[in-house]
Each structure stands twice: as structure tokens, then as C-alpha cells.
């Protein structure tokens, strides 16, 4: 699915134009290494941005209305209203193959032991007789779950997102995935299976930054020439991936709901030195460009050679992958290329730099190496831990933060569900031993009306 079907198709390169960026012999700080490596073209969050404002505002202004018509302009279909019926859930389910069946069992398995481990503890602390703090992590009620379409289908997705909420223990779960003109309307039924394997109910056919908009906003109910159209409540927290409208709707919204991270178009970095396999690194640069023509692939190495014979592989892989003129777009664009670094410690401030979402250490002493990294979504570490591993089976979660925010946002995981109470509860002589203390840090900050609190409760009678 596109958000911008009026926008200039970008020609599809004929060869691989895979870049090569040359940071060796320069000292440069992070600053300079953050300009150096390899991104997409900085006007692009801007166009989005505004478009995204655009559709923010219908939703919130003609709530189902601007729905329909969203759903008509980009997804080609033509909707009442976007609930998936309970029936269509269930009939996906039944109608999945019984392997994918197996497979997200099996994903679902391994991502609930991971997540139920992930669950923080209550903490009580005695500072004193009578003097206890507690800090309790408590869920959200609602959360709105994003899962994107288009040129692919997620239903690992789903687990992703579904998996870690259950196990903070939210009680209200609603999910959106973008309407499918080829399934009535609906989204992918695949999609719909693994929600329903799960034990989602409410599912809607909504798609990109208008899904964003109903989760963080609401629509209140209406009615239609078709009937009355029950409403969307509004979440407390949106999260998932999608492009970079879905990336920029939750920036927008956040403050008005909580969001995971910006978890936008995929990425994927490999620190690699002589010892690595050419031929697997360029496999896994190739499947992270088969997401989007947009995908970013990064190589860092201290090895010329290593680069040059994992060109060669990139130009042979990609003729022959399936979706190779969206692969060689996605790796020739300006987000994707190969750095050469002085050495290893470069490399590994290259990459903290970089911050990827998905970061693979493919060099002697991979799990050392792996240790040292500060910034990134998620770390795989040697030659059978490849990014392929976590979209699907790993157990760790593959909504994770995109474009240089890994530095400072951590993936999709039970926390983002939680929030921590603090709880005070102190006696009458527990107060008493740190009230003056308090008289006279509220004197200092000249706010005597806070001391004269604490002493009001010890006055005569």
C-alpha cells in the first residue's frame, strides 16, 4: 500500500549501485560519523510529515467518513465500516495452512516464554520504621496494535505486537491492518488467523497513519445509510511497525498516547571483518531489502576484499531472488552501502552511530564484539544468528526502532505496556523523623505552604 498513490515512481536501477562510504584515516566524533554512514534522503520525513497532518485531522474531524474515503484512495475499497466481523476471524483460522499453523505456534511459543521472563518486579523499600516506598508496575487498558501490508503479509507481526501485551496483563487489546481489495475488503487473512489464534476479537481493516489516528483519537459512534455505526475507543498506547507514514503518525500522536518507538521502514546493519562469510552477508543485506524499496542495508568492515567479494555476491543473490527489482532498488538507494572503517574500533563507533535496528556481528570473537555495541534495536550475534531468525522465531521481538532512535528507544517489549506507581506510605513517626528536613528544603525553594503541611500535622489540637 502506498500513502502517496500521486507521487513520482523513482526508476528502478538496471545494476546494483551499491556505495561505498570511506571513512578510514578520519577522526571523526559521532557527530561526524552520524553524517558519514548512510541514510535516506532528509526532505522525505518532511513530505511525509505533512501528509500525515493532513490525514490526522480528517479522521479526527469526520471520523468514519474521512475512514471510507482513505480506504477507497489508497486501498481501493469500499467500506461500511472497518470492525472485522467475528465470523471472518474465525473462518481464517480454519482456512490456514496447517504449516504457517505450526509455524506461528510455534513463534507464539517462544515469544510468550521470552516476554512472561521480561516482567519487572514490584519493589517495596523500608527506609525506616514506618517509612515504606513501593514502586508497582501496573498495565495500561487499552493498547491499539499496528500491523502493516501491502507489499508483504506480518502475521509475525501480530505475535510481536499481541505476545507482550498479554503478558503485562492489558485487558483490552484492539489491532489494525490495512483493508486487502483481493479479500473483500478485509485484511489479509493470515493476518486474521494469527489474531485469532491469539484471542483477539477486535480487529479493523485500517491502514497506515489513518490507523494511528482512530487508536490515539477515537471515533465517536455515528450513523450511515447502512445503519448505525458503533464507535473506537481511543488506546492508551499505539505500537508496531510500518513505513514512514506509520513512523511519522506516531511521532505526531505521541503525548496524546504512548508509543513503542518510531518503528518505520526496515534496516539492517552487519559489522563484518576478513573471517566472514561474503556470501551470508550479502544474504541478509538482501532480505531486509526485500521489505521496501526504501529498506536500508548497511555493510561496515575493515576489509576491502570482504567488500568487494560481497558485491559480487549482492549482484549474483539479487538477480536471482524473487523480488529482485524491489531488492536492487532498496540497495542502491542513498540509505544503503558499504563503510569502510580503519579497523574494529572505528566499526564499533560506526555502528553505535548508526544505531540500526537490526545489527549483525559477523566478525572472530563475534559475542565480545557484540558486548561492546551500545546502540541498536537488536544484536545477532555470528553466523547463525541472522536477522531472519528474530522476524520470525526467536523468541525476541521484531518491532524495534528505526532511523538513528535506537540510540535512545529500546524495542517492543512487556514495559512499554507498564507503567510503575510509585506508592508512599509513611507513619505518623516516620513522617515526624524527616519533617524538618522537609520545613527547611521547602524554606530554601521558598515554598513555605509545603513545610507548613507536614507541620499541620503535628500541632496541638
Known sequence: MSLT???????????????????????????GLRAAVPRAQSGTMADAEDKVQDIISAVRTRGFAALRELALSFDGVEQAHPRVPAEALR????????????????????ARSFADAQ????????????????????????????????LAVYPSSVIMNVVPALAAGVDSIALASPPQKNFGGLPHPTILAAACLLGIEEVYAIGGAQAIATFAYGIPAGASDAGDLPGIDPVDVVTGPGNIF?????????????????????????????????????????????????????????????????????????????????VLEALSGPQSGVVLVEDLEQGIAACDAYAAEHLEIMTADAARVAARIRSAGAIFVGDYSPVSLGDYCAGSNHVLPTSGTAA??????????????????????????????????????DLPAHGEAVTARFAAR
Open 91 to 110: 473462518a481464517a483460522l480454519e482456512g490456514l495452512d496447517p504449516a504457517v499453523r505450526a509455524a506461528l505456534e510455534e513463534s507464539i511459543r517462544r
Open 119 to 150: 516482567r519487572p518486579a514490584n519493589v517495596d523499600v523500608e527506609l525506616g520504621e514506618g517509612a515504606v516506598v513501593s514502586q508497582n508496575w501496573v498495565p495500561v487498558a487499552r493498547v491499539g496494535l499496528y500491523v502493516p501490508g501491502g
Open 246 to 326: 506509520v513512523a511519522t503518525a506516531k511521532r505526531l500522536v505521541k503525548g496524546v498516547v504512548g508509543i513503542d518507538s518510531e518503528a518505520g521502514t526496515t534496516e539492517i546493519a552487519i559489522l563484518a571483518d576478513s573471517t566472514a562469510s561474503p556470501a551470508l552477508v550479502a544474504a541478509d543485506l538482501i532480505s531486509q531489502a526485500e521489505h521496501d524499496p526504501k529498506a536500508a542495508s548497511v555493510l561496515f568492515t575493515d576489509s576491502e576484499a570482504l567488500a568487494a567479494e560481497v558485491r559480487v555476491e549482492l549482484e549474483r543473490q539479487a538477480a536471482a531472488t524473487k523480488h529482485s527489482s524491489r
Open 408 to 445: 535512545f528507544s529500546s524495542g517492543l517489549n512487556v514495559t512499554t505496556f507498564l507503567r510503575a506507581i510509585q506508592v508512599i506510605n509513611y507513619s505518623r513517626s516516620a513522617l515526624e523523623q524527616v519533617s524538618g528536613h522537609i520545613v527547611s528544603l521547602s524554606g530554601a525553594e
Open 5 to 31: 498513490p500521486d507521487s513520482p515512481v523513482t526508476p528502478i536501477p538496471a545494476a546494483l549501485n551499491f556505495r561505498t562510504v570511506d571513512v578510514r584515516g578520519q577522526h571523526l566524533s559521532l557527530a
